[in-house]
Each structure stands twice: as structure tokens, then as C-alpha cells.
């Protein structure tokens, strides 16, 4: 690796003396602040992000997800030692990868972007892996090897580099169709044999089911040229459906070969089926006859059948990569290989034949070598080069299945402080946070993470860009909060967002917040300045205002002194008839002297006009008395106090009858006092 420091991107700077503050985002993601230590060079502000997913990425982040979630549950529940995992576990990783690799399948409908090709890549490297981690456990060693001829099949397009180098492009079977005499297309003979040397026998059938001479033979009559090119062709027909291979397995479809349950059974007809390959290529009559009316058809033909026997010329020749030529020897040459050794000895044989020209050549080459030993570090090692953090944060899931990847991956490193599997989901968080659609999947993988995943979650909470206009994240972020059960990390959640709407002027929106918390001092603060203009000249305004916001000041909870004033005046109401003095009078007592002592002559002004029925004349006693104590500054106490006599006595002779009687004797008490 180089010393050079990595470039991630260049921010403005103001020239000569200037300062650059920097501060953390969230996750890959740096806030510069270039602040200019001089009044004509302008200050700036730049953030930096790097590692962060292209769009194709976060869709297949999105679809993986939750599968990846599940399988964290099962795995966890099943509590695996680090021997290695349960049946159960296995089962449920196995589908996983499958079901991962369906959705990493690219549809081949338009031209492949950058991103497509890079998640089709992938894709190889992902069923790889899984091929040997998973899929060898599943049947026997012997078995696996036919199944690399599966997974070039799958993965043909990125393996090939682009559709149009793939072994059979749609673009090529749409023009054979169209061609009056396909055999004469510059294509159809390389291509033919290059899928018989993969074993892409249906293809094959189908491309030599085009051959003009098959036309012809049905409707020209007798024609010894037709006759003796149909005659090859047939040959090479029957024996392609002849074809042994192992059910289930390989790059066969449906029933165009002769399958067989197991190996063993495939390989001892296949000594039977490779003698008729031979006998046809001794039958010195059936050539002359065709070479001497279409040498073309012949010896092509004749090649094709070379590949079905196992000549190593005819087999090599039509293959363009070392995955095509590794796959190619083990179905015709060496398939009966049964160790991993020996298909690394011929891995590495097929790469000096063919040069890795491509980086995801050098990738696939390396991971399959570190397979072929059994070696998980080296292939993860391998992977982590070019690997998406999508993948480093997936892949290793796979190779802890392999009984060499179990105990490796698993162990705690100290350098790190926990294992390679949690290092690699935390770098994949960090790419998925500064995202505003994907930061709640970075707090999903965090929540599996069991060294750092809590303080990881706190500080992705922290910084999240709480907006009064953006309620829908702070719920998000207040769910996953519950989840965990964070109560506390909860409520900062919900205190950041009412300081978010109470910075932007949202006060409704800041009660409504923090009253879920019942947070009295900032709700104080939040109605403070409402309270001091409601109670001011411009109280019209005010009581406008808070009309607007009756739902979310009727919510708050009792302890706000600022709220008591707000709600004082609003019972008062506008005329003095509508007055709830009873209400204001079990306000005021909320409030301390000198808040009292601002709304009491608001208070006693409305009180001598209400409505007598609605009083109680334990209201208008508590007034009495708070004007005594407090009311020396109230402009002509003493008929305040002559009014709240009244009152006094207008409320008992608004009620029962027995208060009625003793109204007299309330109004003499009053005076004596």
C-alpha cells in the first residue's frame, strides 16, 4: 500500500490567516468551516462524504435488509458456539444466500450502468462464496464441481464483462432468427462451441436447430449436400441430448441431457457416451460426404463433437475467460476431480492460459484459490480489496457458516475490540447513515452489533438533523429508540425535535413535542415570550395566537408557571361575563408572587362583573385576601373590595337556599375582617 494519504476531496479555504473547523456528521460524513480571519475574503462551509451508496446500492441495501435482520434473530436465538453452527442455523443462512443472490440478479433488459454491472459482480462473488461455504456442506464434495458450470451460468454477464460478450447475447439469438442462412454468420460457429464447451447445452440445441440445412431437408426433396450436412448435424444433436450430468446440477436445463441422481452414476455412462462420441468421429464415410458438400459444416461439426469427447485442443480453443476454460476442463476433461487441491492446481493452470486482465478477474481468482484451501481470512481478505461495504458487511455471515471461517471470524481482535463480523457491519452503517433515506437501516445494523452498536445508535441519534418542517424523522428515530428499549435516548429524541420547531418559530409544534416528555422548563421557556405579550399591549394578537394553539397548550401538564399565565388570561376571555374566575383564581395559585401579583388586577377587574352562578365563594375569599396582602398597588382598592363583597354576597344568593339566608352574615364577616 502507498504512504500517500487518501484524497477524499478539496474544500475551499480562504487564502492567507484563516481557521477550519471540523465536526462529525453522520457516519462517512465531515462538516468543514473555513472561517476567514479577514472581513474581504468570504468564509465557507463545505461537507464531505465519501463510501456513500449510488442509488442501485440502496435499493439492494433496502431488499437485503431485512432478510439480513432475520437471520441475525435466528442466529442469535440459537445462541451458536464458536465450534460452529447448528443444522437449523445452517438452513436458515443457506436461504439467506439465496435469497440475497435472487435479488442481486440483474434483468439484462437495458443497458447495465456502472452500478448494475458492479452489483451483477458482486452477485458472482456473493454465489461463490456461497458455493463453497454453504452449498459444499449441503451434498458431497463430488457434486460440487458440476456446479461451478451453474454458476458461470448464472453469473455469465459480469463474468464475461458486458451482455454483449456473454457466451449468448440476446442481441446475437434475435439476428440468427432473423438470418436467412444463419451457419453463415460470423458468430454462429464460436458461439455454438464456446456454449458446448460450458455446457450450455440447451442453448446449443437451439442454435443448431437453426442451421439452414434443416430447412432444406425438409423441402427440397433428395439432395445428397442437404442429406449429408443434415446426417452430421443429427449426430451432433444426439449426442448433445445424450449428454450425461447430474440431476439438478450443472449448467443443464430442464430435461435437454441424459441426468443421472449421482456422479458416480453420470460418470460410468459417460465412458459408454464418450465411446459413441468417438465411433461417430471414425465413421470416415459420414465426413467425406459432408466435407466434400459443406467443409464449413463439417468441420465445425466435427469440433463440437472433440469438446463432447474431451480433446483439450477443442475444449480450450472456444472459451474466452479463465472461468470459462476452468469449467469447460472439469465437464469435458477432469470430471471426475474430486479434491479441492487438484481444482486449484487447475484454477491456476486456467489462469496461465488466460490472463486476468480485469480487477474483478484478479477477485474471483483469489477468493476461489482461498475456497480451494479452506481458507476464510484469505478469501474475506481478498474480498475487502474492491468489495462494496454492502458486502464486506454481508459476506462474512456466509463464511462463518464454513468450519473454517467459525472460530476465525468470531474472535475477538484486539486492535479492533471486537470481531471481523461487527467491523464490517459498522463501516456498512457508516455508509448507510448520511443518507436521509437509508440512516434508519445504519440504526438496524447497529442494533446487532453487541461491542459498539449501543454507542454507535446514541451518537447516529445525536446527530441527526432534526427539522421542525421533517417531523416523520423523529418519529422514525423515537420508534427505533422503543425498539431498543433507549427511553432516555427516546426523550432526547423528542426534546431535539421541540427545539428543532421552537428555533423555527413553530411553538405549537414545541409543545406538542416536549410535552410528550413533560419537559416543564423548556415549555416554560417555549411560552415565556407568549405570556409577556399576552399580558402587554399587544394581548389581541396574543390571544389570537394562542386561539390557534388551544390543542397544544390545553395538553401541557401542570408546572409551567408561564403556561398558568397564558391560560388566566384566556379564561378571562374577552367580555367579563365569559369569565372563569374560579378557573383563574386555581391558576394564580400556581404562580409565584411577583407572576401573581402581574395577573391579579386583571383578575379582580373581571371578577365583580361574572356571573354570580358561576362563582364560588371560596374564589372570591382567596381574591380578598390576595388583595389585602398584595393589591396596596391596585388603583382604588377600596372599591375593589366593595365589588368583591358584592360578588361575595351575589354568589350565596345564587345558591342553595341556605347559602341564600346566610349572604347577609358573609357580607358582615367580610366587613368586620
Not at 464447451?197 to 445428397?224: F, M
Not at 441527526?464 to 427511553?487: R, V
Request: glycine share 4%.
Amino acid at each position: 500500500m502507498s504512504d500517500q494519504p487518501i484524497v477524499l476531496a478539496q474544500v475551499p479555504s480562504a487564502p492567507g490567516a484563516s481557521r477550519i473547523n471540523f465536526s462529525w456528521g453522520l457516519g462517512n460524513e465531515i462538516f468543514c468551516c473555513d472561517i476567514s480571519s479577514t472581513e474581504s475574503e468570504p468564509s465557507s462551509s463545505s461537507c464531505v462524504q465519501w463510501g456513500v451508496l449510488s442509488a442501485p446500492q440502496r435499493r439492494i441495501a433496502y431488499d437485503t435488509a431485512g432478510k439480513f435482520l432475520e437471520l441475525q434473530r435466528e442466529l442469535h436465538r440459537s445462541n451458536t458456539s464458536p465450534a460452529g453452527r447448528s443444522q437449523q442455523e445452517w438452513t436458515a443462512t443457506l436461504a439467506f444466500s439465496k435469497a440475497v443472490s435472487s435479488i442481486l440478479e440483474s434483468t439484462d433488459d437495458a443497458e447495465p450502468t456502472p452500478e448494475d454491472i458492479q452489483a451483477s459482480q458482486e452477485r458472482a462473488l456473493w454465489d461463490l462464496i456461497s458455493l463453497f461455504a454453504l452449498d459444499s456442506q449441503a451434498t458431497t464434495q463430488d457434486t460440487l464441481f458440476p456446479d461451478l458450470s451453474r454458476w458461470l451460468l448464472s453469473n455469465a454477464i459480469s463474468l464475461a464483462g458486458s451482455p454483449a460478450a456473454s457466451p449468448f447475447p440476446h442481441k446475437l439469438a434475435a439476428s440468427l432468427q432473423e438470418t436467412a442462412i444463419p451457419e453463415s454468420h460470423p458468430e454462429y460457429w464460436p458461439t455454438l462451441k464456446r456454449l458446448v464447451a460450458l455446457g450450455w447445452i440447451a442453448d446449443a440445441l437451439e442454435i443448431l436447430g437453426l442451421h439452414s440445412a434443416w430447412l432444406q431437408w425438409g423441402s427440397a426433396g433428395e439432395n445428397p449436400e442437404i442429406d449429408s450436412q443434415v446426417a452430421v448435424l443429427e449426430a451432433a444433436t444426439l449426442l448433445l441430448r445424450r449428454m450425461p450430468s447430474v440431476r439438478g446440477r450443472g449448467a443443464s436445463k430442464g430435461s435437454t441431457t441424459r441426468e443421472f441422481d449421482s456422479l458416480q452414476e453420470c460418470l460410468t455412462y459417460r465412458t459408454s457416451w464418450q465411446q459413441q462420441c468417438n465411433a461417430v468421429l471414425e465413421d470416415t464415410a459420414l465426413w467425406e460426404q459432408c466435407e466434400s458438400n459443406a467443409s464449413e459444416t463439417a468441420e465445425n461439426v466435427k469440433n463440437i463433437i472433440y469438446i463432447l469427447s474431451g480433446n483439450e485442443t477443442a475444449v480450450t480453443v472456444p472459451t474466452k475467460t479463465w472461468a470459462e476454460l476452468l469449467v469447460a476442463k472439469l465437464l469435458h476433461i477432469h470430471p471426475e476431480l474430486h479434491s479441492l487441491a487438484e481444482l486449484r492446481q487447475l484454477l491456476h493452470d486456467c489462469i496461465e492460459e488466460r490472463a486476468l486482465s480485469r480487477e474483478i478477474d484478479h477477485l474471483l481468482a483469489a477468493v476461489l484459490d482461498a475456497c480451494c484451501e479452506g481458507d476464510s481470512q484469505t478469501a474475506l481478505r481478498a474480498c475487502s480489496v474492491l468489495a462494496s461495504d454492502w458486502l464486506m458487511a454481508h459476506v462474512p455471515t456466509i463464511l462463518a457458516s464454513h468450519p473454517s471461517g467459525a472460530s476465525l471470524l468470531s474472535r475477538e481482535l484486539a486492535h479492533l475490540g471486537t470481531n471481523q463480523i461487527e467491523f464490517y457491519a459498522l463501516e456498512f452503517a457508516a455508509a448507510l447513515a448520511p443518507h436521509a433515506t437509508t440512516w434508519p437501516l445504519a440504526a438496524s445494523y447497529l442494533s446487532w452489533c453487541e461491542a459498539y452498536g449501543q454507542c454507535g445508535f446514541y451518537a447516529l441519534v445525536e446527530r441527526l438533523p432534526y427539522d421542525a418542517s421533517n417531523p416523520a424523522l423523529a418519529l422514525k428515530a423515537s420508534e427505533l429508540c422503543l425498539e431498543q428499549d433507549l427511553e432516555s435516548l427516546e426523550a432526547l429524541v423528542i426534546r431535539n425535535q421541540g427545539a428543532a420547531c421552537w428555533q423555527h418559530g413553530h411553538l405549537g409544534g414545541a409543545l406538542t413535542w416536549l410535552t410528550k416528555i413533560r419537559d416543564i422548563e423548556r415549555i416554560d421557556e417555549v411560552i415565556k415570550p407568549l405570556a409577556s405579550e399576552i399580558w402587554s399591549s399587544g394581548a389581541s394578537t396574543a390571544l389570537q395566537t394562542v386561539k390557534l394553539m388551544k390543542e397544544s397548550i390545553d395538553a401541557v401538564p401542570a408546572g409551567s408557571t408561564h403556561h398558568a399565565m397564558v391560560q388566566v388570561k384566556t379564561l378571562l376571555g374577552n367580555t367579563s361575563n365569559t369569565s372563569d374566575i374560579d378557573g383563574a383564581v386555581h391558576l394564580l395559585k400556581q404562580l409565584p408572587q411577583s407572576q401573581l401579583e402581574q395577573c391579579l388586577g386583571a383578575v379582580l377587574t373581571a371578577a365583580p362583573t361574572a356571573d354570580p352562578s358561576k362563582v364560588s365563594s371560596e374564589a372570591v375569599m382567596q381574591l380578598l385576601e390576595w388583595l389585602e396582602s398584595y393589591g396596596k398597588d391596585f388603583g382604588h382598592q377600596a372599591v375593589a373590595r366593595l365589588a368583591l363583597v358584592r360578588l361575595l354576597v351575589a354568589t350565596h344568593a345564587a345558591g342553595t337556599p341556605e347559602k341564600a339566608r346566610r349572604a347577609p352574615e358573609a357580607a358582615v364577616a367580610v366587613a368586620e375582617r
